[in-house]
């Protein structure tokens, strides 16, 4: 039994009933020599690794009388509930595959199982098959979707420990009543222990940073417009060289673009598939590197896209972009452990190089801030988040158009390095991998990825109520790498 964190909270808040918070992982398959039953396959090493995957036995329980918050359950898992077949119609073309795909997508998961299913897609033109992951946010971070393939495969990266299975859920409500109520007898002490912590940070950094140490805080707590003054005193002392401090949360009031409106549960991916020894050479004309030019990239195609829909708008959009807090000595191996970055766009320039630039410099200034806060200590207090209200407040807030939802960013942007070595399964090896994510109130559009051997898939995640024309997005892709790679050139 594990508690959910604010974090966990906040991310099943989301499953609203018109937006989902989950994800999922697509790996592509070439046709087998040898046919075989995938699903009977998959199911019998599902079965095989559950002792060592006790996240995939949990299910979502309230704690009695909702005394601090809710859990996580063992219990007993139906495979063939969880781990299922589908098989396209003739002629099984990519379009009826990502149209399936996006159905998956876009369908709650039942609050009283395991919060995950794995579908098992045959059928298509040319004999491959796909593996679709899919599972709550709420469960845990991406980084364990990943790590569930990597479970699955022949050969795991990493031994995890046996968790023995129950045949009935483990732990009762009496469990969760006196865990509860002894979590909320210790809240006031954790409370204090946070505070102390906070002021010896405090006093640690003034004596190794100076009184700079004020400004510098001060610039990146005041939200948006507010701290201009504050940051351009504070970044007058500072070198040619370094990062520039600038608030956490770059705009109070980004601006309004085709990627924002009322999220609903009409998805779509489209991807585009890059070599990173691409991304390495577009990286290396400003001394940066592969997530320099995935932002200026991506920059680029949303640029281009804004100049075919609407037109382009004179202000930088505000991506939102997950940084792990994972230091390996976590006591939740399963559970959220990313906080959002922030940072603009430069979707607002209209030289190739300059965005580079741009990408880079922020993407410094961007790190050294979240480097600059106590974020040992806001992993801590996220534990006050108020997680009674958040399901109520997502639910309100997704019927509000999308002009009138307050948000802090206008897209999700991510890219994530992955193994060298592509999984086997069966002796089946996975061709390719790509990233289905979520969509958060009033952005419709999330660009991630993550590498596999020596490429890197760039998919989109859409609303395609909003970002109508999205088939132009790979296009728009592939032209704004073409430009960079001609600089490099």
């Not at 906040?10 to 992982?25: E, N």
């Not at 790996?27 to 079965?47: G, Q, T």
């Not at 140490?213 to 940051?231: C, M, Q």
């Not at 050479?281 to 200026?296: F, P, Q, S």
């Amino acid at each position: 039994m594990q508690q959910l964190t604010g974090l966990d909270e906040m991310f099943l808040s989301l499953d609203t009933g018109r937006t989902t918070g989950h994800v999922a992982g697509i790996a592509f398959f070439d046709k087998r020599a040898e046919p075989r039953d995938e699903v009977a396959f998959l199911r019998a090493r599902v079965a095989d690794r559950l002792t060592r995957l006790p996240v995939l036995r949990w299910r979502l329980h309230g704690a009695p009388l909702g005394i601090d918050g809710r859990y996580w359950v063992d219990g007993p898992v139906d495979l063939h509930e969880h781990v299922v077949g589908i098989r396209l119609p003739r002629p099984g073309t990519q379009a009826q595959l990502h149209a399936v795909i996006d159905k998956i997508m876009g369908t709650l998961l039942p609050r009283d199982l395991p919060m995950w299913r794995i579908f098992v897609i045959e059928g298509l033109e040319d004999g491959r098959f796909v593996y679709v992951i899919k599972m709550t946010h709420g469960l845990a971070d991406g980084s364990v979707l990943w790590m569930l393939f990597d479970q699955l495969s022949d050969h795991p990266s990493e031994e995890l420990p046996e968790v023995p299975m129950s045949a009935e859920p483990r732990g009762g409500g009496a469990e969760m009543f006196a865990r509860g109520l002894l979590g909320l007898m210790n809240k006031p002490a954790k409370g204090l222990r946070l505070q102390a912590d906070a002021i010896k940070w405090a006093a640690g950094k003034l004596r190794s940073d100076g009184p700079g140490f004020v400004p510098d805080s001060l610039a990146r707590i005041v939200p948006g417009e507010l701290s201009k003054p504050i940051t351009a005193l504070a970044n007058k002392r500072r070198g040619p060289g370094e990062p520039k401090v600038g608030p956490f949360l770059p705009s109070l009031a980004p601006p309004m673009s085709p990627f924002n409106g009322t999220v609903t549960a009409n998805l779509g991916l489209v991807y585009y598939d890059f070599a990173l020894a691409d991304l390495r050479k577009v990286g290396k004309i400003v001394g940066g590197t592969i997530n320099d030019a995935a932002l200026a990239i991506t920059a680029g195609a949303l640029r281009a896209y804004m100049a075919e829909n609407g037109g382009i708008i004179d202000r930088p959009l505000i991506t939102s972009t997950p940084v792990s807090w994972r230091s390996g000595d976590e006591k939740e191996r399963f559970a959220n452990h990313i906080f959002m970055l922030f940072q603009p766009l430069a979707t607002h320039l209209a030289d190739p190089m300059e965005r580079l630039k741009f990408a880079r410099e922020t993407a410094l200034s961007a790190k050294a801030n979240w480097d600059g806060l106590p974020t040992h200590l806001t992993r801590r207090a996220s534990e006050w988040m108020p997680s009674f209200t958040l399901g109520p407040m997502m639910k309100v807030m997704s019927f509000i158009p999308g002009q009138y939802v307050p948000k802090t960013f206008n897209v999700s942007v991510s890219n994530v390095k992955g193994p060298k070595d592509k999984p086997f399964y069966g002796g089946a090896e996975m061709q390719r991998y790509v990233v289905y994510g979520f969509l958060s109130t009033g952005s419709g559009l999330l660009i991630g990825g993550q590498s596999l051997g020596d490429r890197m898939v760039f998919s989109a995640t859409i609303c395609k109520d909003i970002v109508t024309h999205y088939e132009d997005l790979p296009r728009h892709l592939h032209d704004a790498l073409a430009e960079l790679l001609a600089l490099a050139d």
